[in-house]
C-alpha cells in the first residue's frame, strides 16, 4: 500500500520531453509525454526507491514482512521523496497526491505561479486553488485559511499531523495575474479589490477618449465576470466628475444660486445593463468552431436606452483572441445605432503564450500578435520576422538553461498605442456603422492594481522559468511554419 499513489492537481510542465529522457535512463518505461504521466511517473519511481530503501535496511534485521510494512508507514520520507522527483520540474503547479497507505501532500512551485491554499483545525485539513471556497464550505473567517507557500509542501501524515516544510528553494515570485484578473473567482476579499483597482486604473483613458462627454456617453460591461473592474471603473469616473466640479466651483466668484444649481446638475456616468448574457457559458474556453453560433445564442441587447449621438463604452476582462468581438458581439451592439462603440480590456495585450496552467500555447490565435505581425508587414519589417523564426529554431538547439524570448523583438518595433489601434481596425466588422477602439490596460495599471501578483508573462514575454521562453519560441516557429500544433 505504501507504493500506491494518486495525483490530482493544477499544473502544466514545460520540459516534459527531457522528463521523460530522465525516466528512460532510470530504467522507466512511460506511456508518453504528457506531464501528467511525468508527474505520476517521477514521484512514483522515487516513492518506489523509498520503499526499497527501507524493506533493504529492516529485511538485514530480521524483521517479517507485516514489520517491514508498519516500519514503512512509519518512516517514509515524503518530503525526501518529493525534493527527489520535482527538482528537474520546470513549469507552474499545485498538485495534491495521496499515498496507499494514508499520507497525503500538496505541493506548490518555486515561484508561486499558481495558488494554493489550505485550512486545518482538529477535525480536517482542506486544500484548494482559491481562499473563497474554503471559507464558504466550512464557514471559517479569512485569517484561518493559509496560503502554501511557493516551493513549499503540505504534508498531512496517517496520524493526523500536519507539516509545512520547503521541498524546493523558492524562486522570485512569480504567482500569476490573469488568476487575479480572469480565472479566480471575485468573491476573495484581495480579488474583488484589485478587480475594482484594474477598473479604476482606466478611467484617464476612457475619459479622454470620450472627450469628457458624460452626457452623451453610456458604460456597460461584458462577460459577467467584468462586473468588479465596472464597478472600480464607474467609482474612478465619478471621482473624476467630483474633482472636475470642485475645480469649477473654486475657480467661480459671487456665484448665485442659479449657477450652483446649474454645475451641480452636470452629467454623471449613464450606466446601462446593455448586453445580457442567458447561459453560464464561458466562450474564451470554447472550441473556435462552436464560439461564433455560442456568442450569437447567449448574448441579447437591451434597446431604446441608447441614442444616434451616444458613444458606447464596454469593459470586458480580457481581449484574448477577438474572435467572439470580430464575428459576433460588435455586430450584434450595432444593432443599436450609437455612434461609437469603445471596447475597454481591464487586461493588457495578451501577447505571448502561458504554458503553466492557463493553457494559451498558440501564438497565432492572439489578436495582439497578428497587430504586430500585420504591422511588421505593411511597414517593411517582414525581413525580421525571418530573423526570428531563424533565432527560435537556433534557442531550440541550445540547452534549456540558455533559452531566450526571442519574439519580444516583434513588439519592440511598436509602440502598446499602435498595437491596439492596429487590433481595433482588425476587429472592426466590415459594414460596421459605428466607430470601433479598443482600449487595453497598461502595464503600469496591472502592477498597481495587483502588486504582490507579479506573474506577467503573456503581457511582457517576461516568463518565470526558462521552459516559458522556449515554449513562447516554438509558438513562433509553429505559426511561420504555419503548423496548428501546440507548443509543448
Given at each position: 500500500m505504501t507504493r500506491n499513489l494518486a495525483i490530482a492537481g493544477n499544473f502544466n510542465l514545460t520540459n516534459?520531453?527531457?522528463?521523460?529522457?530522465?525516466?528512460?535512463?532510470?530504467?522507466?518505461?512511460?506511456?508518453?509525454?504528457?506531464?501528467?504521466?511525468?508527474?505520476?511517473?517521477?514521484?512514483?519511481?522515487?516513492?518506489?526507491?523509498?520503499?526499497?530503501?527501507?524493506?533493504?535496511?529492516?529485511?538485514?534485521?530480521?524483521?517479517?514482512?507485516?514489520?517491514?510494512?508498519?516500519?514503512?508507514?512509519?518512516?517514509?520520507?515524503?518530503?525526501?521523496?518529493?525534493?527527489?522527483?520535482?527538482?528537474?520540474?520546470?513549469?507552474?503547479?499545485?498538485?495534491?497526491?495521496?499515498?496507499?497507505?494514508?499520507?497525503?501532500?500538496?505541493?506548490?512551485?518555486?515561484?508561486?505561479?499558481?495558488?494554493?491554499?489550505?485550512?486545518?483545525?482538529?477535525?480536517?485539513?482542506?486544500?484548494?486553488?482559491?481562499?473563497?471556497?474554503?471559507?464558504?464550505?466550512?464557514?471559517?473567517?479569512?485569517?484561518?485559511?493559509?496560503?502554501?507557500?511557493?516551493?513549499?509542501?503540505?504534508?498531512?501524515?496517517?496520524?493526523?499531523?500536519?507539516?509545512?516544510?520547503?521541498?524546493?528553494?523558492?524562486?522570485?515570485?512569480?504567482?500569476?495575474?490573469?488568476?487575479?484578473?480572469?480565472?479566480?473567482?471575485?468573491?476573495?476579499?484581495?480579488?474583488?479589490?484589485?478587480?475594482?483597482?484594474?477598473?479604476?486604473?482606466?478611467?484617464?483613458?476612457?475619459?479622454?477618449?470620450?472627450?469628457?462627454?458624460?452626457?452623451?456617453?453610456?458604460?456597460?460591461?461584458?462577460?459577467?465576470?467584468?462586473?468588479?473592474?465596472?464597478?472600480?471603473?464607474?467609482?474612478?469616473?465619478?471621482?473624476?466628475?467630483?474633482?472636475?466640479?470642485?475645480?469649477?466651483?473654486?475657480?467661480?466668484?459671487?456665484?448665485?444660486?442659479?449657477?450652483?444649481?446649474?454645475?451641480?446638475?452636470?452629467?454623471?456616468?449613464?450606466?446601462?445593463?446593455?448586453?445580457?448574457?442567458?447561459?453560464?457559458?464561458?466562450?474564451?474556453?470554447?472550441t473556435d468552431a462552436d464560439r461564433k453560433d455560442l456568442v450569437a445564442q447567449i448574448y441579447d441587447v437591451t434597446y431604446g436606452v441608447i441614442k444616434p449621438t451616444d458613444t458606447l463604452v464596454v469593459l470586458d476582462d480580457s481581449i484574448v483572441r477577438g474572435t467572439t468581438l470580430r464575428s459576433s458581439i460588435l455586430r450584434i451592439l450595432d444593432r443599436l445605432g450609437m455612434k461609437k462603440i469603445i471596447v475597454v480590456s481591464s487586461a493588457p495585450q495578451i501577447r505571448y503564450p502561458d504554458c503553466y496552467g492557463i493553457d494559451m500555447s498558440k501564438m497565432k490565435d492572439f489578436i495582439a500578435f497578428e497587430a504586430a505581425v500585420e504591422l511588421a508587414r505593411e511597414r517593411g519589417h517582414e525581413p525580421l520576422l525571418q530573423e526570428i523564426y531563424e533565432d527560435c529554431l537556433a534557442n531550440e538547439k541550445k540547452p534549456r538553461a540558455e533559452a531566450k524570448n526571442q519574439v519580444i523583438r516583434l513588439f519592440d518595433l511598436f509602440t502598446p498605442q499602435e498595437v491596439s489601434d492596429k487590433i481595433s481596425e482588425i476587429l472592426t466588422p466590415p459594414e460596421m456603422k459605428a466607430e470601433v477602439q479598443i482600449i487595453y490596460q497598461g502595464i503600469g495599471g496591472l502592477r498597481k492594481a495587483c502588486p504582490n501578483h507579479t506573474g506577467d508573462w503573456y503581457f511582457t514575454g517576461n516568463y518565470p522559468t526558462p521552459g516559458g521562453h522556449r515554449v513562447a519560441n516554438r509558438s513562433f516557429i509553429n505559426f511561420m511554419e504555419k503548423s496548428n500544433a501546440r507548443a509543448y
Open positions: 516534459n520531453n527531457e522528463l521523460f529522457d530522465m525516466l528512460v535512463e532510470l530504467g522507466q518505461h512511460p506511456r508518453n509525454t504528457a506531464d501528467t504521466v511525468m508527474v505520476l511517473e517521477k514521484i512514483g519511481h522515487f516513492l518506489d526507491e523509498a520503499n526499497d530503501f527501507l524493506f533493504r535496511k529492516y529485511r538485514k534485521e530480521g524483521l517479517t514482512r507485516a514489520e517491514i510494512t508498519k516500519r514503512i508507514i512509519e518512516e517514509l520520507d515524503v518530503y525526501r521523496v518529493l525534493r527527489k522527483a520535482t527538482r528537474s520540474f520546470d513549469g507552474g503547479y499545485v498538485m495534491a497526491g495521496m499515498i496507499g497507505h494514508g499520507d497525503l501532500f500538496a505541493l506548490r512551485d518555486p515561484g508561486g505561479i499558481r495558488p494554493g491554499f489550505y485550512y486545518q483545525d482538529d477535525e480536517v485539513v482542506v486544500i484548494a486553488s482559491e481562499r473563497p471556497q474554503i471559507q464558504t464550505a466550512l464557514n471559517v473567517p479569512i485569517e484561518s485559511v493559509k496560503e502554501i507557500k511557493p516551493g513549499h509542501a503540505l504534508v498531512v501524515k496517517r496520524n493526523g499531523e500536519v507539516l509545512h516544510e520547503q521541498v524546493n528553494e523558492p524562486a522570485k515570485p512569480t504567482q500569476c495575474s490573469f488568476e487575479r484578473i480572469y480565472f479566480s473567482r471575485g468573491t476573495d476579499r484581495d480579488i474583488y479589490q484589485e478587480r475594482k483597482d484594474l477598473g479604476r486604473s482606466l478611467v484617464r483613458s476612457v475619459l479622454k477618449a470620450v472627450d469628457y462627454d458624460l452626457k452623451n456617453t453610456v458604460f456597460t460591461f461584458i462577460p459577467n465576470t467584468a462586473e468588479t473592474a465596472f464597478f472600480g471603473m464607474v467609482e474612478g469616473v465619478r471621482e473624476q466628475s467630483e474633482e472636475r466640479l470642485k475645480s469649477k466651483l473654486l475657480k467661480e466668484k459671487n456665484l448665485s444660486a442659479a449657477r450652483i444649481e446649474e454645475l451641480l446638475s452636470s452629467p454623471q456616468p449613464r450606466v446601462e445593463k446593455i448586453m445580457t448574457k442567458d447561459a453560464k457559458l464561458r466562450t474564451f474556453i470554447t
